[in-house]
C-alpha cells in the first residue's frame, strides 16, 4: 500500500489578543453588574452571588497567558461577551474559509505545490459555520482545486482523524495529496459568562498537506509510519447546539448550547486513556517511548501535557520533548496538536520519531506517528 508523508503544514494565527488580564476585568465587570443587579434576590437567599475570575488561577491551573481571537471586541464587551461575527453573504467566502485559505496557502508553498497538485480538501474542526454547502467544498473552490472535498468533525481530534482520512485516501489510490483544514473558531462556542471555563479557547487555522511518498522530495516532510485512533461516549465536554436545538445569540439561559464541561474528570480520565492508547500504539509499530524525540500533545492544559508525557515517557519531560503552545494560543481545539508541530519540528534531524497526539469531546483520541526524512 501506498506510504503517505506529511510534507508540509500551514498555520493562520488570527491578529487580535486577549491577554489573562483583559479577559478577567471583562468577566468581572459582568459578576459585579449581575450581583447588583440581583442583590436582592441574593439577600433573599433565591440566587448565588457569583464569585469573580483571577488571572493567577488562570495561568496556574492552565499554563494559558493568552489567546488569539476572531473578534476581540464583543468578548470583551462585558454586555455581549460573545464575538461580533457577521454572517456573510452567500455571494462572499465564509469566515472558515478565510482562514483555511491562509493556512492552506501557506502549506502549499512551503511545499512547493500549486493547487493544480492537489486532489482533495478536509476541513476538519469542531465547529461548523453551516451545515452545507461544506466549508471544504468553499475552500476546493477558492483554491481552484479540482476532485473532492468534505468537511468533518470529531471535537479536538478533528486533525488527527482528518490526517487518518487522508493516508487512508492516499493508500488506496484515491487520492495523491490531500490538504487537512482546521478552522478553529472556539471563542464562537466558548461561554464567556462560565467562571470555571472562560478563559479556556482561544481561534486558529492549521493546514497539513498529505501526500503520497512518490511525489516528496527525500529530506522533505515526515515518513507517517502509523496513525491509531479511539473514542468512548462520554458527557463530560458536551455541546448541545443543534439545527433541531438552537440558541438565542447570547447564550444566556441556555448555556448548554455553548460549551460545557467537567473539566477536572476529563483530566483524570482522559490522561491515562492518552497515555496508555500511545504505548499501545508504539508497541504496534514496534517502537518504544525512548525512541520518541518528541510529542505534539493536544494543548488544553499544561499540567494535563506534563503528565501524559510523564507517563509515556517514565520519567519528566525534557525541555522541549513536549513542547506548549497553551501560553500564546490557549486551547485551540483541533488545531492546537498541529500548532505544536508546525512551530516545533525544525530541529528535529533525519530519522528522528514523534507523536502528533489529539484528545477531546467523545471522548476522542487520535495519534499520528511521524519519522523525519
Ligand atoms: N478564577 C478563580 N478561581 C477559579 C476559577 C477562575 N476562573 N475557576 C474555578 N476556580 C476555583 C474553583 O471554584 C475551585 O475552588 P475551590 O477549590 O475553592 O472549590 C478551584 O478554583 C479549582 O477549580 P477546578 O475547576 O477544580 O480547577 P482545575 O484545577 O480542575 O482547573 C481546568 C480547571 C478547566 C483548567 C482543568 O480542569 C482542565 O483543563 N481540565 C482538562 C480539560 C480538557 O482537557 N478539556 C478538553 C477540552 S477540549
Known amino acids: 500500500m501506498a506510504k503517505a508523508v506529511i510534507s508540509a503544514t500551514g498555520l493562520f494565527t488570527p491578529p487580535e489578543v486577549i491577554d489573562n488580564d483583559e479577559l478577567v476585568e471583562s468577566f468581572n465587570t459582568y459578576v459585579t453588574q449581575y450581583n447588583e443587579r440581583n442583590r436582592d434576590a441574593i439577600e433573599r437567599g433565591e440566587l448565588t452571588a457569583l464569585e469573580p475570575s483571577a488571572s493567577a488561577f488562570i495561568e496556574k491551573a492552565s499554563g494559558i497567558k493568552r489567546r488569539h481571537v476572531m473578534d476581540k471586541e464583543g468578548i470583551l464587551d462585558p454586555e455581549r461577551m460573545c464575538p461580533s461575527l457577521t454572517q ?6 465564509g469566515i472558515q ?30 465547529n461548523l459555520e453551516r451545515p452545507y454547502p461544506a466549508v471544504a467544498i468553499e475552500v476546493q ?77 527525500p529530506g522533505q516532510g515526515f515518513d507517517i509510519l502509523g496513525t491509531r485512533l479511539k473514542t468512548k461516549f462520554s458527557n463530560n465536554i458536551r455541546n448541545n447546539f443543534g439545527f433541531l436545538n438552537r440558541a438565542d445569540e447570547s447564550g444566556i439561559g441556555q448555556p448548554d448550547k455553548l460549551f460545557v464541561q467537567q473539566g477536572r474528570k476529563v483530566f483524570k480520565e482522559v490522561s491515562p486513556l492518552v497515555a496508555s492508547l500511545i504505548g499501545e500504539h508504539l508497541g504496534s509499530l514496534g517502537l518504544s517511548a ?44 483541533s488545531a492546537g496538536s498541529i500548532i505544536a508541530f508546525h512551530q516545533h519540528h525544525s530541529d528535529l534531524g533525519s530519522g528522528d520519531l514523534g507523536i502528533i497526539c489529539s484528545f477531546g469531546a467523545g471522548y476522542s483520541i487520535g495519534n499520528v506517528v511521524v519519522r523525519k526524512r
Open 88 to 93: 456573510r453573504s452567500n455571494e462572499e467566502y
Open 141 to 217: 473552490d477558492a483554491l481552484g482545486i479540482e476532485g473532492y472535498a468534505y468537511d468533518m468533525n470529531v471535537a479536538c481530534s478533528s486533525a488527527t482523524f482528518g490526517i487518518q482520512a487522508a493516508v487512508d485516501a492516499i493508500s488506496n489510490g484515491q487520492a495523491r495529496a490531500v490538504l487537512v483544514v482546521s478552522p478553529e473558531i472556539c471563542s464562537a462556542h466558548l461561554n464567556f459568562r462560565d467562571r470555571d471555563s472562560h478563559f479556556i479557547f482561544g481561534d486558529a487555522c492549521t493546514a497539513v498537506l498529505v501526500q503520497h511518498e512518490d511525489d516528496v522530495a
Open 97 to 126: 474559509c478565510d482562514m483555511s485559505l491562509v493556512a492552506a496557502r501557506e502549506a502549499l508553498e512551503s511545499a512547493g505545490l500549486s493547487s493544480a497538485d492537489v486532489d482533495a480538501v478536509i476541513v476538519a474542526c469542531s
Open 290 to 333: 525512548e525512541q520518541l524525540r518528541r510529542m505534539w500533545l493536544h494543548q488544553a492544559n499544561l499540567n494535563m501535557n506534563e503528565l501524559i508525557a510523564r507517563r509515556v515517557l517514565g520519567r519528566d519531560p525534557s525541555e522541549g520533548e513536549a513542547p506548549t503552545i497553551l501560553d500564546e494560543y490557549a486551547n485551540t481545539s
